[in-house]
């Protein structure tokens, strides 16, 4: 069972930054093997996938709402990947949750294709 932490999450005025972490542990696989991704959901609104890394970090996948503004990266020594916010916009207002284990069927930023999830951190943009 893999465990997902989120942290970071705030509020915060637009234009500003924030950075999201996602410590992982427990498992099968190395933490070097797998895939990683933030996700983003507001009430009535469908999961969106935000970022996705892959495991050694050499390729990353964003939605077109975040790039230029976000960066996923990680720090697999510490089984962690984190996911800097800048020029927030109160649009990104949203919980946020990091997920792993990848099918890797479809698209890294569709949510149906991730086994674990952490419990979410909140992020609040006001204008």
């Known amino acids: 069972q893999v465990q997902l932490v989120e942290s970071g999450g705030g509020s915060v005025q637009a234009g500003g930054s924030l950075r999201l972490s996602c410590t992982a542990s427990?498992?099968?696989?190395?933490?070097?093997?797998?895939?990683m991704a933030w996700f983003r959901q507001s009430p009535g609104k469908e999961r969106e996938g935000v970022a996705a890394i892959s495991p050694l970090g050499t390729n990353t996948d964003y939605a077109d709402s975040v790039k230029g503004r976000f960066t996923i990266f990680r720090d697999n020594a510490k089984n962690l990947v984190s996911l800097q916010m800048n020029s927030l916009k109160p649009e990104d207002t949203a919980m946020y949750y990091c997920?792993?284990?990848?099918?890797?069927?479809?698209?890294?930023?569709?949510?149906?294709?991730?086994?674990?999830w952490g419990q979410g951190t909140q992020v609040t943009v006001s204008s």
């Open positions: 997920a792993t284990y990848w099918t890797g069927l479809h698209s890294r930023l569709e949510h149906s294709q991730y086994n674990y």
């Open positions: 427990g498992g099968q696989r190395s933490y070097s093997t797998i895939t």
